[in-house]
């Protein structure tokens, strides 16, 4: 009878440290990973990828995309298009959101003035 309850602590003692230790793996090895995804609007997105991480990828079905971080850069072909370092609460990424036209100073305005410097008038 002494053995039997000697086994038996000895017993329930390794489940509890299994249970105990077998838990406390999981909370180390898994990871809270937040993924960046949204939506690349453009009737070309089946000819644009986008890079984060170092690794290219080609959008998803509807312009999709996801990354762990940022900046996000989008391609065409081997045309860097432009990158994002955040994304819109709805999601959407649109051509005007990555593309800034600049060129040694001048900047494009939206009524095709070209400015040099800074956007004072």
Known sequence: MK???MISTITLSL??????FGGCSDALTSTNVQ???GHFVSVF???INYKCAEKVKALSKGGEFECQSFPIAF????VKLGEISSIHNDGYVFPQDIIV????GAVYTSDDRMMFGSLQE
């Open 3 to 5: 053995k039997l309850n």
């Open 15 to 20: 489940f509890g440290l299994v249970f105990v």
């Open 35 to 37: 993924m960046n995804s």
């Open 45 to 47: 997105d089946k000819s």
């Open 75 to 78: 391609y065409m072909e081997d």
């Open 101 to 104: 036209l600049e060129e040694m």
